[in-house]
């Protein structure tokens, strides 16, 4: 139990302990019993001009202390929500990005966005007052898919955005793309849309105030998937405060996926109303206003095409996109839709020549942001449905035509023709151990077995991949105390369980045991430097720099014991845990050495955050063509993600991973009303959720190719499965019905849809 872990072990998470007997501190769960309550008011419109709001009988209401609008923010000059990511045109112009007050001044762009922000005593009060404020709303026409949006004379979302274009970008030589298709014997095309998306974590956002008169000094505790960022940006771009007037504090946090990254306007209204007030207040969205609230993501149109040549080897691909960015450009979302899928649109594939161009738009819908995945499911769903497309119009199988251009380990590091290099991967050792694992050789008589009872079974591949990305302002600091070790990291954990990860990795540095180390996160004033956590970097970021301050440790430590113990430094070894006199029995206790005199190691992120972790998943469905209801009977992952440190934690990711992906083939869609802008799916009763028995038993393996992009060999996987599962069961579905005639279908495959299809 008190023996020092080492990487690789499967130790339990350490968290679950608090977790599963009540005792994890959430946002909502730590609030203040007397802090004010907060309301937020929406547009029940998704375009309106604001014509006036009369907050006279509002504020008679019981209980109201204050009532906000657009007016105040603008009194006091505060700033836009601003985006931290960018993209640009061909020209080199930078996207559009207009003005995003946490509340809009003059127009609303879409049905959530906020018009006023009431505190009260009770939340019951702040609803009472919402009911008697008078908005006065001038209804305009709404655009809501992109291709509405970017149609001739379209209303316009922004004044100041002409054609609702936000940018026009693109990505690789277009010139060697069309003399590659040119010279082409073969060319597959085909047309998705992938559908908008929205997270429903346990955890909906929360966040509360203090204020402390004596220094000025408001603290907002959050769910967050990271302070320092939003932190910045408040002081420096929105609120214009000191940065030492500000603290922002996050917890435990029940799960983020993306949309807890950026800054929003909810967290920064409060930040800014406590110091007005110089009152602590309180808000937690409901489950119903989450889906107006928070950012949607993958809402887009696109057709590729894939080049082959007469033995079948690819020549090239291209690929022209729609992506609908909602109403404002949230704090990632520049790059998500676009870079996103560049980064993963080549696969694990040898592609010589690749073209991208997209087309981003503005829409009267809830702003889109990054959700697991951030852009790459519905790229890698176009490429793996194209790739098995153009085997069966060349007369070759899914799996063959694979084969022949999955790239080799020895063209690694590979230099994608759309712009990124692929760091290290086995792809063909990947698929070889995915088929073997998936008893390939079986289905045949699988298939009979179904079909003798009435089913359709169907076996999917994707063949996958991720680009880790992520924000690295890291300055990790090991505290060494005499009774244990306190680790601050910049990122923070929504359950992927940090608490374990990284202290196995200084126990495994340092000879101490994990029940001796403290790992803390989600704390500006404690932690001033950190990027959070997205991109499925956090092991790479935090686990490699807390490395090297494990070293630092060492070094610091071998000259306070040298001085401890009146010799030399060089004469002074690191063991299990103590320092010692080479050659002697002379030695000190890591601990003991600290409660002479406390010292600490710090280092700061000094390798890279990409890498590209791969896998290969095979699915097996069985559809019930009476019902078109889809049946999932066996789903095996192989992922090669670099050096391993707990696998039981790896597999607990991958399994959540592919559940997400699996909801967003099967299930998940957030449907407009074309016309109105209204959201038809905005709670559980509309939008589907998968559940335990839409899920079978789950297969993981894993093979291990060290990245050499970070001293660990570590690659991020937090997305990877998410990124693989749409493709391999649709794959999987679109095989068991390709005989009677579907050649293609778009997400979610709902029993519906497939039974519309079979009626055809």
Same mark, same amino acid.
């Given at each position: 139990?008190?023996?020092?872990?080492?990487?690789?072990?499967?130790?339990?998470?350490? &968290?679950?302990?608090?977790?599963?007997?009540? /005792?994890?501190?959430?946002?909502?769960?730590?609030?203040?019993?007397?802090?004010?309550?907060?309301?937020?008011?929406?547009?029940?419109?998704?375009?309106?001009?604001?014509?006036?709001?009369?907050?006279?009988?509002?504020?008679?209401?019981?209980?109201?202390?204050?009532?906000? *609008?657009?007016?105040?923010?603008?009194?006091?000059?505060?700033?836009?929500?601003?985006?931290?990511?960018?993209?640009?045109?061909?020209?080199?112009?930078?996207?559009?990005?207009?003005?995003?007050? !946490?509340?809009?001044?003059?127009?609303?762009?879409?049905?959530?966005?906020?018009?006023?922000?009431?505190?009260?005593?009770?939340?019951?009060?702040?609803?009472?007052?919402?009911?008697?404020?008078?908005?006065?709303?001038?209804?305009?026409?709404?655009?809501?898919?992109?291709?509405?949006?970017?149609?001739?004379?379209?209303? %316009?979302?922004?004044?100041?955005?002409?054609?609702?274009?936000?940018?026009?970008?693109?990505?690789?030589?277009?010139?060697? =793309?069309?003399?590659?298709?040119?010279?082409?014997?073969?060319?597959?095309?085909?047309?998705?849309?992938?559908?908008?998306?929205?997270?429903?974590?346990?955890?909906?956002?929360?966040?509360?105030?203090?204020?402390?008169?004596?220094?000025?000094?408001?603290?907002?505790?959050?769910?967050?998937?990271?302070?320092?960022?939003?932190?910045?940006?408040?002081?420096?771009?929105?609120?214009?405060?000191?940065?030492?007037?500000?603290?922002?504090?996050?917890?435990?946090?029940?799960?983020?996926?993306?949309?807890?990254?950026?800054?929003?306007?909810?967290?920064?209204?409060?930040?800014?109303?406590?110091?007005?007030?110089?009152?602590?207040?309180?808000?937690?969205?409901?489950?119903?206003?989450?889906?107006?609230?928070?950012?949607?993501?993958?809402?887009?149109?696109?057709?590729?095409?894939?080049?082959?040549?007469?033995?079948?080897?690819?020549?090239?691909?291209?690929?022209?996109?729609?992506?609908?960015?909602?109403?404002?450009?949230?704090?990632?979302?520049?790059?998500?839709?676009? =870079?996103?899928?560049?980064?993963?649109?080549?696969?694990?594939?040898?592609?010589?020549?690749?073209?991208?161009?997209?087309?981003?738009?503005?829409?009267?819908?809830? !702003?889109?942001?990054?959700?697991?995945?951030?852009?790459?499911?519905?790229?890698?769903?176009?490429?793996? /449905?194209?790739?098995?497309?153009?085997?069966?119009?060349?007369?070759?199988?899914?799996?063959?035509?694979?084969?022949?251009?999955?790239?080799?380990?020895? &063209?690694?590091?590979?230099?994608?023709?759309?712009?990124?290099?692929?760091?290290?991967?086995?792809?063909?050792?990947?698929?070889?151990?995915?088929?073997?694992?998936?008893?390939?050789?079986?289905?045949?008589?699988?298939?009979?077995?179904?079909?003798?009872?009435?089913?359709?079974?169907?076996?999917?591949?994707?063949?996958?991949?991720?680009?880790?990305?992520?924000?690295?302002?890291?300055?990790? #600091?090991?505290?060494?105390?005499?009774?244990?070790?306190?680790?601050?990291?910049?990122?923070?954990?929504?359950?992927?369980?940090?608490? =374990?990860?990284?202290?196995?990795?200084?126990?495994?540095?340092?000879? #101490?045991?994990?029940?001796?180390?403290? #790992?803390?996160?989600?704390? *500006?004033?404690?932690?001033?430097?950190?990027?959070?956590?997205?991109?499925?970097? +956090?092991?790479?970021?935090?686990?490699?720099?807390?490395?090297?301050?494990?070293?630092?440790?060492?070094?610091?430590? /071998?000259?306070?014991?040298?001085?401890?113990?009146?010799? +030399?430094?060089?004469?002074?070894?690191?063991?299990?845990?103590?320092?010692?006199?080479?050659?002697?029995?002379?030695?000190?206790?890591?601990?003991?050495?600290?409660?002479?005199?406390?010292?600490?190691?710090?280092?700061?992120?000094?390798?890279?955050?990409?890498?590209? !972790?791969?896998?290969?998943?095979?699915?097996?469905?069985?559809?019930?063509?009476?019902?078109?209801?889809?049946?999932?009977?066996?789903?095996?992952?192989?992922?090669?993600?670099? =050096?391993? #440190?707990? !696998?039981?934690?790896?597999?607990?990711?991958?399994?959540?991973?592919?559940?997400?992906?699996?909801?967003?083939?099967?299930?998940?869609?957030?449907?407009?009303?074309?016309?109105?802008?209204?959201?038809?799916?905005?709670?559980?009763?509309?939008?589907?959720?998968?559940?335990?028995?839409?899920?079978?038993?789950?297969?993981?393996?894993?093979?291990? *190719?060290?990245?050499?992009?970070?001293?660990?060999?570590?690659?991020?996987?937090?997305?990877?499965?998410?990124?693989?599962?749409?493709?391999? %069961?649709?794959?999987?579905?679109?095989?068991?019905?390709?005989?009677?005639?579907?050649?293609?279908?778009?997400?979610?495959?709902?029993?519906?849809?497939?039974?519309?299809?079979?009626?055809?």
């Amino acid at each position: 139990m008190n023996a020092p872990a080492q990487l690789g072990q499967p130790i339990t998470r350490r &968290e679950d302990q608090r977790f599963l007997t009540g /005792r994890g501190r959430y946002a909502d769960n730590t609030a203040p019993a007397d802090a004010l309550a907060v309301l937020f008011v929406r547009s029940p419109h998704a375009h309106a001009r604001l014509a006036g709001i009369d907050r006279k009988a509002a504020l008679a209401v019981p209980g109201v202390v204050a009532i906000y *609008t657009a007016d105040d923010l603008v009194a006091d000059g505060v700033g836009h929500l601003p985006a931290i990511s960018e993209i640009k045109d061909e020209a080199g112009n930078r996207h559009r990005e207009p003005s995003h007050l !946490p509340m809009p001044a003059g127009k609303v762009r879409h049905v959530g966005d906020i018009v006023a922000m009431i505190a009260a005593a009770t939340i019951d009060q702040a609803r009472d007052a919402a009911e008697t404020l008078v908005v006065d709303y001038e209804e305009l026409p709404a655009v809501v898919t992109a291709a509405q949006a970017l149609a001739a004379g379209a209303p %316009l979302v922004h004044d100041d955005v002409p054609g609702n274009l936000m940018c026009r970008w693109g990505k690789g030589d277009r010139a060697a =793309t069309e003399a590659a298709f040119a010279r082409a014997a073969h060319v597959s095309t085909l047309s998705i849309r992938s559908p908008r998306q929205i997270v429903h974590y346990l955890e909906t956002r929360a966040a509360w105030s203090a204020y402390d008169p004596a220094d000025d000094l408001v603290t907002v505790t959050f769910s967050s998937q990271g302070v320092q960022i939003p932190h910045r940006l408040m002081c420096e771009r929105v609120l214009n405060v000191a940065k030492d007037k500000l603290r922002l504090v996050t917890e435990d946090v029940g799960g983020g996926f993306g949309p807890k990254y950026p800054i929003y306007a909810e967290s920064t209204l409060i930040a800014w109303a406590t110091r007005k007030l110089r009152r602590g207040l309180r808000w937690t969205c409901e489950r119903s206003e989450l889906s107006l609230a928070d950012s949607h993501a993958r809402d887009l149109v696109a057709t590729a095409d894939l080049a082959l040549d007469r033995d079948g080897r690819f020549l090239a691909v291209r690929v022209k996109a729609e992506a609908n960015y909602g109403a404002y450009v949230s704090m990632f979302a520049p790059s998500i839709p676009t =870079t996103g899928l560049a980064k993963v649109i080549s696969g694990l594939y040898r592609i010589p020549a690749i073209r991208v161009d997209f087309d981003c738009a503005f829409s009267n819908t809830v !702003p889109v942001d990054a959700i697991r995945g951030a852009g790459k499911p519905e790229a890698l769903f176009l490429l793996e /449905r194209l790739v098995d497309l153009a085997a069966h119009e060349t007369g070759r199988t899914p799996a063959e035509l694979r084969r022949l251009n999955l790239l080799r380990a020895d &063209e690694m590091p590979y230099a994608a023709a759309s712009g990124y290099t692929y760091d290290a991967a086995d792809c063909l050792r990947l698929f070889d151990t995915a088929l073997q694992a998936a008893d390939e050789a079986g289905f045949a008589a699988r298939r009979a077995a179904s079909e003798a009872q009435g089913k359709r079974r169907g076996l999917g591949l994707s063949c996958h991949l991720h680009g880790t990305g992520g924000i690295a302002d890291e300055h990790a #600091v090991v505290q060494v105390q005499p009774d244990r070790l306190i680790a601050k990291v910049g990122t923070q954990s929504q359950g992927q369980g940090h608490q =374990t990860v990284f202290a196995q990795i200084l126990s495994a540095a340092l000879g #101490v045991p994990m029940e001796r180390i403290e #790992v803390q996160q989600g704390d *500006t004033r404690a932690i001033p430097h950190g990027g959070g956590t997205g991109g499925s970097s +956090s092991t790479i970021i935090s686990g490699t720099t807390l490395q090297r301050a494990a070293d630092v440790v060492i070094q610091r430590g /071998r000259d306070l014991a040298a001085e401890r113990l009146e010799t +030399s430094a060089a004469d002074i070894a690191y063991r299990d845990g103590a320092f010692e006199i080479v050659g002697t029995d002379r030695r000190i206790g890591l601990f003991e050495l600290a409660a002479w005199k406390p010292f600490d190691g710090d280092a700061l992120f000094a390798d890279k955050i990409e890498s590209f !972790p791969t896998g290969v998943m095979v699915c097996e469905v069985e559809v019930d063509p009476e019902t078109g209801a889809t049946r999932i009977d066996r789903l095996l992952a192989v992922a090669d993600c670099g =050096t391993v #440190v707990n !696998p039981r934690l790896l597999a607990g990711q991958i399994h959540g991973g592919i559940v997400h992906g699996l909801g967003n083939a099967l299930m998940e869609e957030a449907i407009y009303d074309e016309e109105t802008g209204q959201l038809l799916t905005g709670t559980l009763m509309d939008y589907a959720l998968p559940r335990a028995e839409d899920v079978p038993s789950l297969g993981v393996e894993t093979i291990a *190719t060290a990245s050499p992009n970070n001293f660990m060999g570590l690659k991020g996987v937090g997305e990877l499965p998410t990124n693989g599962a749409p493709a391999a %069961l649709a794959n999987a579905v679109l095989d068991a019905l390709r005989p009677l005639g579907i050649r293609h279908l778009d997400m979610p495959l709902t029993p519906h849809k497939i039974w519309q299809a079979l009626q055809r």
